[in-house]
């Protein structure tokens, strides 16, 4: 990879990205290959094992899943990823039993591009881990048709290196589509997303960015109601310690004609430490006049009253933090529709309060 | 609301009331920009040495530089030397009393309501407060009022130009200490060519008895104007310093590119308001001045304070953040905003509130409308510094749209590296409600004064910052910007 041919830090959208960070990724020496068993979740349906962008068969159940070439867009990091992807393409009617994907780095850099595409109301889960170290470069596509549903949840948790990934996704009249994103691992990341929202549509999109050391992790998603009637929540959370540096940037566009458009952005930012760094861009771009948009964004540290409140109730000033904190980012993961799925983000989440804390 | 737009913009038809031209014999600097240019400015203006250094160093680094893009603006790039950076009314050498000033250029500032005849304001209502007035034609300062009464309060109030030759060290210590040669793109331009502008310095412990103002118009065809205003608070100093512009309507565009910068020291307190009404080009985006605008506020000492209120109607486009540098222990900034946008204007507006001091505060609220087919974007930054306890931010903004063929976007960006800070962002974006205006009609208010109530009670917050005679100014401003597009 050239570094040369990343975007630079002057574009508006790479202000905060740690361009630097994908280069030390990418040349990170290889390492052993990660058990990837215990990111499996106990759950029926279709799991996929990559290991450095390629498919493990052997430990993999594809069931509705293929392969397929696939094209990777035009984005400066997404298009790298295109080639040999995954493919899930339901019909119309089709329900699937969640499809869980665990990718395995094990030092340099692996691209891969993936493919939903869901008919008229299909419904589907999909589950993505990511660990091991390295750089770790995706591409994925969705598109929704009428009334089809998608429930996504993807978790960073590699050790070392950087994970980017770049969703580009159509919802299409009716439908929905709800991603959540967990940051809990050692890595770098960036979450580069375009949501294009059709009539009557629903986006979801959101998460936590838990970063500590030297971290450096970030969002930028940009959700572009194209016909009216759309809705759009985007529920961004970011907790910094040490070094580290958190940024959210978060975009809802509204077209000329997309009226009775209702978008909502929430984006905060803790600082445990006063060392580490939280950005927030909540920016709004509206071109229609019957719209209802608010976005709210704060950044600062545990309330020093119900902190106070606790401890006078008797919980130890650690405690107390530590659960303030996690009711903190437990809004972002809550809205994960699987309960399984849910409690194994939530355990994440709390093992990287433990250790931070 | 299909209907009731038609009506409204029927009634918008109401024409930019400041847009005739002045004619005067005039000095121009040859067109076109170079080295020359800036010998040329510089030696007209009888500079010092230092000052001819100083403007050739930024202009070299002028030509190194990019025009920014990434303001969320449409412009054409612009052919920097197809324009005129000097030009002077030809008057005598030296004017020493406005009896002598060009009777045109009174007539002017007569016609746009400007008091710079001393005796009108003496003469007028009792009880009304003084406002000390500089007015700049061009490239030129033409009558600074009130110098007498200021300077027995030992307040410096001058064009840069003669405060360059009288208070040379003054000038010199904070001249580009704010805004820093090398700063942007069109600072850096304005370092190399400003013309005209103000200067004030307020001593130690003095509250200025006046309201200072400036006015700046831009008179001559195919003329940049780039004034330069430098104010100085020392020391528990106080002042309220008001700015207002016009331009005559042309067809083409005609670049403005103006630095403010600001210095409080300890306990000082700034209070700088505009009312921006440039010419903003007529229903179909043609002509218009593209007004280029970088204000900074130092806020150097404890406890200091700057408050910038600004409204803007006016300017076909306007890229302007009045920001301020919270150095100085519990300093406080605050940036107050009412920007409106009609037809095909464009504006790119907000602020920066740059925390590095111990208990510094800010407050942003501002007021995005928008009418017509224009776009309104707020962009702004709230940083905070790691070594800033206690910092404490308040960030409101809200759009109003006004048809649905405009724009509004917010653009807000918050970095904070000191877990203490405090920084609240709010946002809304709405059209006037139909209960809002039934209701309003339905106690006998006809739809425009319906609209300019709903709109004036949107804005109040920011009116309410202005000095009395500006608010009252500003209101009409906006339902003459406004007046009917709304429905």
Redesign the interface.
């Known amino acids: 990879m050239s570094v040369l041919d990343l975007p630079s830090n002057r574009a508006?959208a790479w202000r905060w990205a740690d361009l630097g960070g994908l280069a030390a990724a990418a040349a990170l020496e290889p390492v052993a290959r990660a058990d990837a068993a215990p990111y499996f979740l106990d759950l029926p349906g279709a799991r996929l094992l990559f290991v450095d962008g390629v498919l493990d068969e052997g430990a993999s159940d594809l069931g509705s899943v293929t392969l397929a070439q696939l094209a990777a867009g035009d984005h400066p990091l997404g298009r790298r990823a295109g080639g040999l992807g995954w493919l899930l393409r339901l019909d119309g009617q089709a329900v699937t039993d969640p499809v869980q994907v665990v990718h395995v780095a094990t030092g340099r850099e692996n691209h891969l591009a993936a493919e939903i595409v869901l008919g008229e109301d299909a419904a589907a889960q999909v589950v993505e881990t990511y660990v091991g170290a390295g750089w770790s470069n995706r591409a994925t596509r969705v598109e929704l048709a009428r009334s089809a549903r998608l429930m996504r949840a993807v978790r960073f948790l590699q050790g070392a290196g950087f994970v980017s990934v770049r969703d580009e996704a159509a919802v299409g009249q009716g439908a929905s589509l709800v991603t959540t994103f967990l940051g809990a691992g050692h890595a770098g990341s960036r979450i580069d997303g375009q949501i294009v929202v059709g009539e009557g549509g629903y986006a979801e999109v959101g998460g936590a960015l838990l970063t500590a050391g030297e971290q450096k992790q970030e969002c930028a998603v940009r959700v572009r109601h194209a016909e009216p009637n759309g809705q759009s929540h985007q529920l961004w959370r970011a907790v910094a310690a040490d070094r580290s540096v958190a940024s959210l940037a978060a975009a809802v566009e509204v077209a000329?004609h997309a009226?009775k458009t209702d978008g909502e952005q929430s984006l905060r930012?803790?600082?445990?430490?006063?060392?580490?760094?939280?950005?927030?861009?909540?920016?709004?771009?509206?071109?229609?006049?019957?719209?209802?948009?608010?976005?709210?964004?704060?950044?600062?540290?545990l309330d020093a009253r119900a902190l106070f409140y606790m401890q006078s109730r008797g919980i130890p000033k650690p405690r107390a933090q530590a659960m303030l904190t996690r009711a903190f980012v437990a809004d972002s993961i809550e809205r994960i529709g699987n309960e399984a799925v849910r409690e194994a983000f939530a355990a994440d989440a709390d093992a990287w309060l433990e250790a931070v804390l | 609301m299909a209907t009731k737009n038609a009506e409204a913009h029927a009634a918008v038809a109401k024409k930019y009331e400041w847009g005739f031209a002045t004619d005067i014999e005039q000095d121009f600097a040859p067109k076109g920009l170079s080295e020359d240019t800036v010998r040329y400015i510089s030696a007209k203006k009888n500079e010092p040495e230092w000052m001819l250094d100083w403007r050739l160093k930024a202009f070299r680094l002028w030509q190194t530089m990019e025009a920014p893009d990434w303001a969320k603006l449409n412009i054409p790039s612009i052919d920097y030397q197809d324009a005129y950076y000097y030009a002077e009314p030809k008057a005598k050498a030296t004017i020493a009393s406005l009896d002598e000033l060009d009777p045109e250029i009174l007539r002017t500032y007569q016609k746009l309501g400007i008091p710079i005849e001393e005796q009108k304001v003496l003469a007028g209502v009792e009880g009304a407060r003084k406002v000390a007035v500089d007015a700049v034609f061009d490239s030129v300062s033409v009558a600074t009022t009130f110098r007498a009464e200021l300077e027995a309060a030992g307040v410096i109030f001058r064009s840069i130009s003669e405060a360059i030759r009288e208070y040379p060290d003054l000038v010199r210590k904070w001249l580009g200490k704010v805004v820093p040669q090398h700063d942007n793109y069109f600072a850096t331009l304005n370092c190399a060519v400003f013309s005209d502008g103000t200067f004030v310095y307020i001593p130690e412990g003095v509250r200025c008895p006046m309201e200072l103002s400036t006015y700046f118009r831009i008179n001559a065809e195919n003329t940049g104007q780039f004034e330069r205003t430098l104010i100085v608070a020392d020391k528990g100093a106080y002042v309220s310093y008001l700015e207002g512009c016009t331009a005559p309507m042309r067809d083409e565009n005609q670049l403005h590119a103006a630095v403010v910068e600001l210095v409080a020291l300890d306990d000082a307190e700034i209070k700088y308001s505009t009312v921006q009404n440039w010419y903003p080009g007529d229903e179909n985006g043609v002509g218009g001045i593209y007004n280029f605008v970088t204000k900074r506020a130092l806020c150097q000492g404890k406890r200091s304070k700057v408050s910038w209120t600004q409204v803007e109607t006016g300017s076909a486009v306007t890229w302007k953040y009045p920001s301020c540098v919270l150095n100085g222990e519990d300093s406080v900034g605050e940036f107050y905003s009412v920007a409106v946008t009609n037809n095909r204007q464009q504006a790119d507006t907000g602020t920066k509130m740059i925390h590095n001091g111990k208990g510094s505060r800010s407050t942003i609220v501002s007021k995005g409308i928008s009418a017509g087919r224009s776009d309104n974007t707020y962009r702004g930054l709230v940083k905070v510094a790691p070594g800033a306890e206690g910092v404490r931010n308040f960030t409101q903004c809200d759009s109003l749209l006004l048809s649905d063929q405009c724009g509004a976007h917010t653009v807000p960006y918050i970095e904070v590296r000191n877990p203490s800070a405090q920084i609240e962002h709010e946002a809304t974006t709405s059209k006037i409600s139909e209960d809002q205006l039934f209701y309003a009609m339905s106690r006998g208010l006809d739809q425009e004064a319906a609209v300019a109530l709903i709109v004036n009670g949107f804005a109040r917050e920011v009116l309410q910052q202005l000095p009395m005679e500006f608010a009252v100014e500003a209101q009409k401003l906006l339902g003459i910007s406004l007046e009917g597009s709304v429905g």
């Open positions: 508006e000329r009226q930012g803790l600082l445990l430490q006063r060392t580490a760094t939280v950005n927030l861009k909540p920016e709004l771009e509206i071109f229609a006049d019957d719209v209802k948009c608010a976005h709210g964004a704060t950044v600062g540290e």
